[in-house]
Every structure is written in structure tokens, then in C-alpha cells.
């Protein structure tokens, strides 16, 4: 979601895709208005955002499902080998930190990096850091795949309820914004994902006042 958002207001443009069948396989069909059709396969691509001011260019990466975790080791390879082309200097990854918060709070962004001399030089920005325990999935493996290749990074995680692991979660995808755009010294306008913030938040209130009080005659709102 916030790798999304960030190439959506940069305008950054589409310049590379990792073909979707070398590391996807399907798993289901789709059914709509009673016709079932199989699924679009997931998407893997890479964009690019040519600063005007003359730094911190940036290649995103972004892609709507993880592989196989037997597969993700390959998959990053071919990630990292167009970070390699590119002379890519710091490696970002995002993800959620679930944690035992309200969703109405304001969520605090928790980091860890590939170096203690990168931990250092984030403490300018407040941050809480991840001193010991896991980060699961590709969202986690890529970067000590990066590392071991040769490529400094660190990996910005956002607050998230422990009861909304499931869902989106704009404010964390805001939060955790912020402060790349604070590192890199960007501007970007956040007006949208408060929108969404705004209405996850009522639709998770109307769910938690459903759960509340029983079943409904209607529908939840």
C-alpha cells in the first residue's frame, strides 16, 4: 500500500516487470455475476522516479502477492539483479508491525537495518527499533537476501492492531511514509490516505459495535 501510494504521487513510470509465471502458480478461480473465470496472475514490477533536483532517484519495486517461500530466494536474486544494473546505494523495505494498539491511535514506525552504522544514523529520527525477533515473509527475507549480497538497507515497520491483520491499513501506510519522506527529504501530499484512514476507521467501528451487540436486521454499513 505504501510503496503503491509513493509511486502514484511521484508519478513514477513503469520501466520493468518480473514475468508473473516464473514464480506464480494459480491456486483458485474467481466467480462474478455467476460466471467463473480464473484470476488475473499477480503482478511484479519495477518503476522509477528521476529526482529533478539532481539526488535520491529512486526504483520501486511493487508486487500484489509474495511466491512460494521455496521460490523467494530466486526471486529476490532477479530483484536484486536490476538493483545491481542501476548502482542502487540503500535498499528500503516496508511492512506491519502488529502490535496491541486501538485503531483509532496515531501508530509509531519501528525500524531495523543491515548495519549497526545505519542503525546509528537513524537515530535522529525518533524511531523505535527492533532489537530482537523475526520479520516473516518476503518482507523480511528480501532485505537479509540484500544484505548478503552486498546491498546496505533497513526496513521501516508500521503499527498495526493486532485485530486488523487482515485488512489495509493506511495509517500505518502514512506513518511509515513519513518517515522515508523525511530520510529522503521529500514532500508528498498525504490528503488521500487520510481519506481512506478515515474510512477504514468508521467501517471497523461499525464492525466492532456489529460484534458488539449481535446480528443486525440489515446489512453492516
Known amino acids: 500500500k505504501a510503496a503503491t501510494y509513493l509511486v502514484h504521487k511521484l508519478n513514477a513510470e513503469e520501466f520493468a516487470e518480473i514475468p508473473s509465471m ?28 528521476k529526482n529533478k533536483e539532481g539526488k535520491n532517484d529512486l526504483i520501486f519495486f511493487v508486487s500484489d502477492a509474495q511466491p512460494d517461500l521455496a521460490l523467494a530466494e530466486e526471486y529476490s536474486r532477479r530483484i536484486l539483479s536490476v538493483a545491481r544494473h542501476y548502482k542502487v546505494k540503500t535498499i528500503f523495505g516496508f511492512a506491519a508491525m502488529p502490535q496491541p494498539i486501538d485503531h483509532t491511535q496515531p501508530p509509531a514506525v519501528w525500524f531495523t537495518a543491515t548495519s549497526e552504522a545505519i542503525n546509528n544514523e537513524m537515530k535522529k529520527y525518533d524511531l523505535r527499533i527492533l532489537s530482537e525477533g523475526q520479520i516473516s515473509g518476503m518482507n523480511g527475507l528480501f532485505l537479509g537476501i540484500a544484505k548478503r549480497e552486498g546491498f546496505p538497507g533497513l526496513c521501516l515497520l508500521g503499527e498495526i492492531p493486532l485485530y486488523t491483520i487482515q485488512v489495509e491499513n ?52
Open 22 to 49: 516464473d514464480f506464480f502458480y494459480l491456486t483458485e478461480s474467481t466467480v462474478q455475476g455467476g460466471v467463473l473465470n480464473l484470476p488475473e496472475p499477480p503482478f511484479s514490477r519495477f518503476y522509477f522516479y
Open 170 to 221: 493506511p495509517r500505518a501506510s502514512q506513518a511509515v511514509l513519513e518517515v522515508l519522506c523525511r530520510i529522503l527529504n521529500k514532500k508528498i501530499d498525504f490528503s488521500e490516505l487520510i481519506e481512506q484512514a478515515q474510512t477504514m476507521e468508521s467501517q471497523i467501528n461499525s464492525l466492532l459495535d456489529y460484534l458488539k451487540v449481535g446480528p443486525a436486521p440489515g446489512p453492516i454499513d
